[in-house]
């Protein structure tokens, strides 16, 4: 029997010039189901960690909490880069990217259950070995998750093919959130297995939808007709941006449970109703954005974006409760997050070989996870020393030099990705 969502997501589009909107979505998948993981990661394990052991968490402090929240990402130093080359090599069965994909969502899901199982029999080492082993297949999975994307996409159609996968990743976000909000109050292990559910579809519709060796052919022709990248120096400069651009904004996500509980005072079942706002406004922006983007320099929609959040958060950190000023706060973080991811990868894309889509892609991720091990600490033990009043200061200054940064990073004239 024929499926027609299956047999549009297998065609090739009858015109290069054309974005195949049903395959842009079927390749955004991974990028889904990775999105629930880390909204849940950054939802709700700051609060399963620092609880006390009588409410179902683990009772740890801030810094150690950034430490645990870390660990993955440190392994994800060496494990981006090297699977992100890895996948530009391979040229199996299943093709270049899906191997990767389903191996580090199949991991995940195991060690997310498992985890689950440990976590609501106390088991707190057991619990914490199993939470890193799925956070590590997590890292093996994402270079080949975001490089599938630009693979089967034509170079000019790139911007509007990663607007709608940032679209989905947004609204898996949420969903992610929502999981967090109605699951916590039945206990801390039910959020795992909600998670789990929720990731199994997702990964048994991208092994219905995604032919990688059908379409190598159009692959192999968009490749040949790519430009060479950028120098060196613009690519370390750009990237240097964006770590410090994700400096700020995990460091916002790694503390902000835990802001909204000990500043705001808010319940556990409205903690993650600030971040939840901020990407359900991310969501509604991306789509202007996507517009946007086709009128105005990427580099123009960038810095907007840094600035919009930086102005949010200067005023956010004044806030105390859920004012109707700190709900305009999240709101405008939400979409200047949205203008700011919408543009990101495919800025770096537009720098990058075609034929090291995948180790540029491992690159982009590492500075990403680099950050991501660098922010949970540094403002964990802040936050220790100084209180977690510090938190919009240390994203604003972060901010302030992804801003610079950019500025120093030429754009090139005809931007095609």
């Not at 706002?277 to 580099?299: N, S």
């Amino acid at each position: 029997m024929a499926y027609p969502a299956i047999a549009a997501a297998q065609a090739l589009p009858p015109q290069k010039s054309k974005l195949n909107i049903s395959r842009t979505l079927a390749l955004s998948l991974p990028y889904a189901w990775l999105s629930v993981q880390i909204s849940m990661m950054d939802g709700g394990l700051p609060v399963i960690l620092t609880a006390a052991p009588e409410a179902g968490g683990l009772g740890l402090g801030f810094t150690a909490k950034g430490v645990v929240m870390a660990l993955d990402n440190i392994l994800g130093l060496f494990l981006l880069p090297l699977f992100g080359a890895l996948s530009d090599k391979s040229r199996g069965k299943w093709g270049k990217r899906t191997p990767f994909i389903l191996l580090g969502g199949v991991g995940a899901v195991a060690a997310w259950a498992a985890a689950g199982l440990a976590l609501g029999l106390h088991a707190k080492w057991l619990f914490l070995i199993l939470l890193s082993s799925g956070l590590a297949f997590m890292q093996l999975s994402r270079p080949a998750n975001r490089a599938i994307l630009p693979d089967f996409t034509p170079t000019e159609h790139r911007r509007t093919a990663n607007a709608l996968t940032e679209i989905v990743s947004i609204i898996f976000t949420a969903l992610g959130l929502v999981l967090v909000m109605l699951f916590s109050p039945r206990g801390y292990n039910t959020i795992f297995y909600a998670t789990v559910a929720s990731m199994l579809p997702l990964m048994l519709l991208f092994l219905l939808l995604v032919r990688e060796r059908k379409w190598e052919p159009e692959q192999q022709q968009e490749e040949s007709a790519a430009g060479q990248g950028a120098p060196r120096r613009t690519r370390i400069i750009f990237l240097c941006s964006v770590f410090f651009f994700y400096i700020s904004y995990n460091g916002l996500i790694s503390s902000l449970s835990n802001y909204s509980v000990d500043v705001l005072g808010l319940d556990p079942a409205r903690f993650v109703l600030p971040q939840g706002l901020t990407m359900l406004m991310a969501c509604f922006a991306a789509v202007p954005a996507a517009k946007l983007q086709k009128k105005l320099p990427r580099k123009t929609m960038l810095l907007g974006g840094i600035g919009v959040m930086t102005a949010a958060f200067a005023v956010a950190g004044y806030q105390r409760g859920l004012t109707p000023a700190m709900f305009a706060c999240f709101a405008l973080v939400g979409a200047g997050f949205a203008a700011v991811i919408v543009n990101l990868y495919p800025f770096q894309l537009e720098l990058t070989p075609p034929e090291k889509i995948g180790s540029s892609t491992g690159i982009f991720n590492t500075v990403m996870t680099l950050a991501m091990i660098v922010t949970p600490i540094a403002s964990g033990a802040l936050a220790d020393w100084k209180g977690l009043k510090t938190l919009f200061p240390y994203c604003i200054a972060a901010l302030i030099i992804s801003f610079a940064l950019l500025l120093l990073t030429p754009e090139r004239k005809k931007a095609q990705s």
